[in-house]
């Protein structure tokens, strides 16, 4: 082999194997029928079969890129939020921009709202948050949610766009009204994705570190400026490129003209909400700047394309409930909603395990008792460690209670983690089936759990005859003598060795 075939990639199977021809099938001679022995190209038809996943229901047709979050004020005073702790901080993030109602073949010039996803990468933990291009949106309640994105969709009759399905379904939801005035205004159309607003839309909660809980909206402002299209702009850019917008991003971060967002909160107080002219929770609403100000909290660039866009872009999730410490959710129906939708929706499209993917993986080590599942494994750190919990094995993952929120004030409703132990017994009702039983049977019981008990770990066996002390201070007994004998090794005379309470 020469030193120059050496340095080249060897073209492989998908096991690694080399490959010596990638143009002819094996075959019985010439003309002769295919064999089965060609496992190379029965790996390729499979791997052909199936090298697309189920496109998103909705945001199907996006656009991708990596950049950094830079903090330039101190908002500590509202989040412990890592990501936020000091001016300066830089963090990693991957955002895809997409259209909402079009599929992964439609123009990107069309007019439609745009999803603006953003993934931190901070060290405790992705925190997502999957914004649009208006700070409001169509609907209110989620059971509406569903039955918008099918009237947006085609008819289930003739397959076609229907205009009489959308305006239906708004002409019968007046909470659409502000949504659709700003769908048909001048910024339904963005010139491209660098040239809009990102928003969060919902309601957050911030979460200091005295425990001090506030409620924020997120903006995010184009620092390009922005910039839209006419109808008859749009149909002129869509006869001559379709991919008009994701064309654009790839090109201008090609080009080192790095798009930028100035990031913004908007902070209202408990009290205050109380006594907003609104409900603060309704997504059909924005909170009005002169009421509650815009407040400068750092810059977001995007400065890398993906390299490999269905690994990176097509297969990245974004799920509005991952939070990190400081940042969380609020009553707004529909965010709560969507807290489960977007989380189901990948594990339908992507598999159980589609955060090892490496634009959905967390930067910062990751400990957790959920195992196994399609395509799982990859980045399993946890092995060693039992899948279950509580446990009392040493060096297993344990919560910390410093990164507790404190509960919410809803009227008359306390939401928290109510300790599911607390003002209740566990004992007395087995003391009574206990003590309901015969002697045989008790001494069955016994024995019966002594053969499943005496093998394990001292501590383990201490801890629960405790539970039985407190049951019955018999049924400790009893279970005390099993274990003795079968500590003596006389486990043939072990019903001999129980004997019940005289």
């Known amino acids: 082999m020469s030193d120059n075939s050496k340095n080249k990639k060897r073209l492989t199977t998908a096991d690694g194997a080399p490959i010596s021809d990638n143009e002819n099938a094996l075959t019985a001679g010439p003309r002769g029928p295919l064999l089965m022995q060609d496992v190379h190209l029965v790996e390729q038809i499979q791997r052909f079969n199936r090298e697309r996943v189920p496109e998103r229901v909705v945001h199907a047709k996006g656009t991708g890129a990596y950049g950094t979050f830079t903090v330039t004020e101190d908002i500590s005073q509202y989040t412990r939020a890592s990501i936020f ?17 079009g599929e992964r073949g439609a123009a990107d010039a069309e007019r439609d709202p745009r999803g603006f996803a953003l993934k931190f990468y901070t060290e405790e933990g992705n925190w997502d948050l999957v914004c649009n291009n208006t700070p409001i949106f169509f609907v209110r309640d989620p059971f509406k949610f569903q039955m918008f994105i099918h009237s947006q969709k085609r008819h289930p009759e003739t397959n076609l766009r229907d205009p009489n399905m959308q305006w239906d379904f708004w002409s019968l939801c007046p909470e659409s009204l502000h949504q659709v005035t700003w769908l048909f205004g001048d910024r339904g159309i963005p010139k491209s994705y660098r040239h809009m607003n990102g928003y969060s839309s919902h309601t957050y909660s911030m979460i200091n570190d005295d425990g ?24 002129e850019v869509i006869a001559h490129d379709r991919e008009s917008h994701q064309r654009d991003m790839i090109e201008s971060i090609n080009e080192g003209n790095y798009p930028k967002w100035t990031l ?46 269905h690994h990176e872009v097509e297969q990245s999730a974004f799920n509005p409930s991952s939070f990190v410490p400081g940042i969380g959710p609020s009553p707004d129906k529909m965010l709560q909603a969507r807290l489960l939708s977007y989380q189901d929706a990948h594990l339908y499209r992507l598999g159980v395990n589609y955060r090892d993917l490496s634009v959905n993986r967390p930067k910062c080590p990751v400990h957790n008792y959920m195992r196994d599942g399609q395509f799982g494994g990859m980045f399993d750190d946890g092995t060693g460690f039992p899948n279950y919990y509580p446990n009392s094995v040493d060096g297993a993952p344990r919560p910390d209670p410093d990164y507790a929120e404190p509960a919410w004030e809803l009227g008359d409703t306390t939401v928290d983690r109510f300790d599911s132990r607390v003002d209740h017994d566990d004992y007395t009702q087995a003391g009574d089936l206990f003590r309901l039983m015969g002697d045989d049977e008790k001494v069955r019981l016994a024995v019966n759990i002594v053969e499943s008990l005496g093998g394990c ?46």
Not at 90 to 101: G, I, N, Q, Y
Not at 212 to 235: C, D, P
């Open 264 to 309: 913004n909160i908007q902070v209202m107080t408990q009290e205050e909400a109380e006594d907003f002219r609104w409900n603060p929770f309704d997504l059909t609403k924005v909170w009005p700047h002169g009421d509650f100000p815009l407040i400068e909290v750092g810059v977001m660039e995007l400065n890398r394309n993906p390299n490999n866009y």
């Open 457 to 502: 770990q001292d501590h383990i066996i201490d801890r629960q005859l405790e539970h039985f002390d407190k049951a019955d201070p018999d049924y400790r007994r009893l279970v005390e003598e099993g274990l003795d004998a079968y500590n003596r090794g006389e486990m043939d005379d072990l019903h001999e060795s129980v004997q019940p309470h005289v």
């Open 85 to 101: 702790s000091e001016v300066g901080k830089e963090t990693e993030c991957v955002a895809r921009f997409s259209t909402v109602a």
């Open 212 to 235: 001090e809980r506030v409620w924020v909206k997120f903006h995010f402002k184009t620092q390009q400026g922005i910039e839209n299209l006419t109808n008859a702009e749009a149909a």
